[in-house]
């Protein structure tokens, strides 16, 4: 079976496909024609955010690709700027609105503190407003407007915050997850807990390609390096989220039903490239 048709359960009952589309720096122009062609190739995950500026063009090649609603999973992100309650409703409804979508499958955080940064960020944990958030999402999730709701970026004392107090636990966390960067005690915890992780840029935004261990896995695999990048990810239970706008790149990336062995995951995982600054 084809990576494209497998599906994770997220705690909630919803399906997601393990992988996904992703549409950053994707410019609002470009996104109607990239959405199209993945979801041509076959595609049924596309992740968008409200900072993307391209969620319009995004419901565009939804449009475009003919396919029914119920059958792509589209994802959206509130931006981590917006940290009270009465924000929330409203910036939700604009996703609708512009996506053209009656409703969403997976609206997330974007992040725990407000980009960019703000005077004295790093002492302050913006717990009490992130569960303003989430009070804000689960009602939405209730309305019928979401199909499951979670978080990006956040790190484990994050997560218990909103374990603490949550009536509908996070489902998903949507983190840099990678060769290089496993991020192993985060994911381990989001398992134990029932969050499902997804890992967005698994190429590492292109610093991936040219390791020479990577290149050493590829080529005794017979494939690229963005497809061992991706397999990587997916062994590791991450949904995973490459991009491109390119349909051939889209498609390759696609490709990734073969398993590295053990002795090639262990190897990968001595990989540490920490994420840039």
Same mark, same amino acid.
């Given at each position: ?11 909630g ?17 470009v ?47 509130? /931006? ?18 512009r ?13 725990? !503190? ?19 958030v ?9 309305? &019928? ?5 979670g978080?990006?970026n ?14 509908v636990? /996070? ?22 807990? &029932? ?34 990048c ?5 062994? !590791? ?27 090639d ?13």
């Amino acid at each position: 079976m084809s990576v494209l048709n497998e599906d994770l359960v997220l705690t909630g009952g919803v399906s997601i496909p393990v992988l996904g589309f992703g549409t950053w720096r994707t410019p609002i122009e470009v996104a109607p024609g990239a959405v199209a062609s993945a979801i041509g190739i076959g595609y049924r995950h596309i992740d968008t955010a409200r900072v993307y500026r391209n969620e319009a063009g995004v419901g565009e090649g939804l449009k475009a690709a003919g396919v029914l609603r119920s059958d792509v999973f589209v994802t959206t992100k509130i /931006p981590s700027s917006l940290k009270t309650y009465d924000e929330i409703g409203p910036c939700i409804d604009e996703s609708l609105r512009r996506l053209d979508l009656s409703f969403i499958d997976l609206i997330l955080i974007h992040g725990p !503190k407000p980009y960019p940064p703000q005077p004295g960020d790093d002492e302050k944990t913006y717990f009490d407003e992130n569960r303003e958030v989430w009070r804000a999402m689960e009602d939405a999730y209730r309305q &019928g407007k979401l199909r499951a709701i979670g978080v990006s970026n956040f790190e484990i004392p994050d997560l218990t915050n909103l374990l603490d107090s949550a009536t509908v636990a /996070p489902m998903v966390n949507q983190i840099e997850l990678r060769i290089g960067f496993p991020e192993e005690e985060l994911r381990l915890f989001c398992e134990a807990n &029932g969050i499902v992780v997804e890992a967005y840029s698994p190429i590492g935004s292109g610093m991936l390609l040219g390791h020479p261990v990577i290149t050493d896995v590829a080529t005794r695999l017979g494939v690229s390096v963005p497809q061992v990048c991706i397999r990587y990810c997916l062994q !590791k239970g991450a949904v995973t989220l490459p991009k491109s706008v390119h349909p051939e790149f889209m498609l390759e990336d696609a490709q990734v039903d073969f398993e590295i062995p053990d002795a090639d995951m262990a190897l990968l995982d001595t990989i540490d490239i920490p994420p840039e600054d």
